[in-house]
């Protein structure tokens, strides 16, 4: 049957289904190749420099969107996070893009207007998930005698001192609300520093991370690789952390594309799909992480020497204090631990989060906005497609109860008992 259009279908074929009353049945079939084929071969996604871009990247280089039928498929870097989302906004029509390697939180933000031009939302799907854990928290050289870790505490009395000989002290992220900016705050809070009251919070685009922290402009920051590894590379700082310390197997970005070429482009859509999860599950063997690396190094992507990519990649963590962690559980996951299925109850946390800083008031109806945003079924769909194992195929919507490193816990039956249990929060 596989190649047959509806004008070749057998006369033997005819009889024997109009005989059992199942014609339209058979006519209605999808008989031939042309029925899944993509309404347009081309789409335009945003990247930004960052290691958890690479399965975007890889769909490109090695022809998974042209084996799905997409071979004209852009992938285009963004200067930062606002770029990506004044692209989004605009769309290719207008010059921008379809669709991104995303912070979580923003198609969210986006899609209610909380942070785009004059509050107009643009509405957004979230395809998958990209990637787990595999940020990191660094801290300048200055802090170089403490050794700071997983503990704030002994940072914020450093922090303290420095402010009250009048020097201002600044922790930087990549994007207000997203997913750095909420580790860091996580992190901080839990050690006892007000994010928004004992230190300024500011922006920076993830590429221009080393060269600020080179000339002093932040006192520590959170990012993705390979800017932690180039950082403690260069010596201007090391890493306290990687963000998988904090919360193991934390949900990280996401591909997520605009609600109206995906509702235009249903087929495309799948098509995307398939080969961003094709491009996770090659990105996520270890046999490949080094020409994973290579790749993304070249200067059409990252433009960074590979030595700043490879080694966090494999799993090997150089703090740059003397502590090297080999095999380490938190290097970056793109396919295995159901990393690519974008969990609802993962959505639920990310916008809590966004309550418990302001960008949220909490009275909104989260499970509609997700219901509306998170396209699991869209994913479960090219799974299927793609014959992936049952058994890789989460079941449910959620993951459940999460732990983080100070004992917090996240029912997301119960968001709410979680608020209740911070200390440091603005409701």
Request: hydrophobic share 40%; aromatic share 8%; charged share 20%.
């Amino acid at each position: 049957m596989k190649g047959q259009r509806p004008g070749n279908i057998t006369r033997r074929q005819l009889i024997n289904a109009a005989a059992a009353g199942g014609l339209g049945a058979l006519l209605a079939k999808p008989l031939f190749a042309a029925t899944t084929t993509p309404e347009t071969t081309k789409a335009v996604l945003g990247f930004i420099a960052l290691t958890d871009a690479a399965p975007l990247i890889i769909a490109k280089e090695k022809g998974f969107y042209a084996k799905h039928g997409m071979p004209d498929v852009q992938v285009v870097k963004q200067a930062s996070w606002g770029t990506t989302r004044d692209n989004l906004v605009l769309g290719s029509g207008g010059n921008g893009i379809d669709g991104a390697h995303i912070l979580t939180p923003m198609p969210y933000l986006i899609s209610t207007g909380k942070v785009t031009q004059n509050n107009v939302p643009t509405p957004m799907y979230i395809l998958a998930r990209l990637n787990l854990d595999s940020q990191c928290i660094s801290v300048g050289a200055e802090y170089a005698d403490l050794k700071v870790g997983l503990d704030a505490k002994p940072f914020k009395a450093a922090l303290e001192k420095k402010k009250a000989a009048g020097n201002a002290i600044k922790a930087a992220m990549t994007f207000p609300g997203g997913t750095h900016d909420l580790w860091i705050r996580y992190w901080m809070a839990a050690g006892g520093i007000d994010p928004d009251k004992d230190i300024e919070t500011i922006v920076i685009p993830p590429a221009q991370m080393v060269a600020n922290m080179k000339v002093g402009t932040m006192d520590c920051f959170c990012v993705g690789e390979p800017w932690n590894e180039q950082l403690k590379n260069q010596k201007i700082g090391y890493t306290a952390l990687t963000t998988g310390e904090l919360w193991n197997k934390h949900p990280e970005k996401s591909f997520a594309m605009r609600a109206d070429w995906v509702d235009k482009n249903p087929k495309a859509t799948m098509a995307l799909l398939m080969a961003v999860q094709e491009a996770q599950m090659w990105c996520d063997k270890l046999e490949n992480r080094a020409e994973l690396a290579q790749i993304v190094s070249k200067r059409a992507w990252f433009n960074v020497p590979e030595a700043d990519i490879i080694k966090r990649l494999q799993g090997q963590f150089d703090y740059g204090t003397g502590r090297v962690v080999d095999n380490s559980p938190h290097l970056m996951k793109f396919w295995r631990d159901n990393a690519s299925y974008p969990y609802q109850s993962h959505e639920l946390w990310f916008l809590t989060e966004n309550v418990r800083w302001g960008k949220f008031t909490g009275k909104e109806d989260f499970k509609a906005l997700i219901a509306k945003v998170n396209r699991e079924d869209l994913w479960r769909s090219a799974a299927k497609a793609l014959k992936v194992p049952d058994a890789q195929i989460p079941k449910t919507t959620s993951r459940g109860v999460e732990k983080f490193f100070d004992g917090k816990t996240f029912d997301p039956a119960n968001p709410g008992a979680y608020l209740a249990s911070l200390v440091i929060k603005r409701v």
